[in-house]
């Protein structure tokens, strides 16, 4: 299983890489690995489990996270209509974005990074993100919230720019449209 130990944290070169598009179909080992990464996301939002591992709670997970510069992300995350978003993707992509922004209310955190960097990430309010899944099909998804969110952060990961590159260096609680509560 994934453990903190398993994370690579902020400084390591290979959060600043540009991750290699998975040939599909995927091998075995990726796909293990993939399916391992949503795995931990579930792990990390049990509060026994979490608890008895020192798992920090995560929304997301990219790849590079763990070592490997590949694009492959997975996610879980619930949004304010309390759907569930629970995906796993090799080569996701944002196809289209609205032009509106917005932004987490309270600033992002990533488990790579241990320090709170307090500042508003500017973020797309509306995106469309294709990707593979685990059984080979293409999925297509429309967000907007903390999912749209969350995969703008993962999908940042895969070409190596952190959520703090993002804040603004002169002012850094500047807002972008309307936020999405915590
Ligand atoms: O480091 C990661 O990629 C996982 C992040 C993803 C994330 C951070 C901020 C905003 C959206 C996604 C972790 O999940 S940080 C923990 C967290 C938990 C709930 C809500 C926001 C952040
Ligand atoms: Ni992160």
Do not use: W
């Not at 997301?60 to 996270?65: E, T, V």
């Not at 289209?96 to 488990?111: A, F, I, K, P």
Request: with cysteine.
């Amino acid at each position: 299983m994934i453990k903190m130990t398993d994370i690579i944290m902020d400084g390591h070169p290979i959060l600043r890489e540009k991750a290699a598009s998975v040939k599909l179909p995927a091998s075995q080992e990726e796909k293990e690995t993939l399916q391992e990464m949503l795995q931990f996301l579930k792990n990390s939002q049990d509060p026994k489990i979490a608890e008895k591992y020192g798992l920090r709670p995560g929304i997301g997970l990219a790849a590079p996270q763990i070592g490997i510069s590949k694009r492959m992300i997975a996610v879980l995350v619930t949004d304010d209509e309390e759907n569930v978003y629970s995906y796993a993707l090799f080569n996701p992509k944002i196809l289209s974005h609205s032009v509106e922004q917005t932004y987490l209310e309270g600033g992002e955190g990533c488990l790579s990074v241990d320090e709170d960097i307090p500042g508003n990430v500017p973020r797309y309010a509306r995106i469309t993100v294709t990707g593979t899944d685990l059984n080979g099909s293409e999925v297509k998804l429309r967000l907007k919230g903390l999912p749209a969110i969350c995969f703008q952060h993962e999908i940042d990961h895969l070409d190596g720019i952190m959520f703090y590159d993002r804040i603004d260096k002169k002012d850094p609680f500047q807002t972008y449209g309307k936020p999405v509560l915590r």
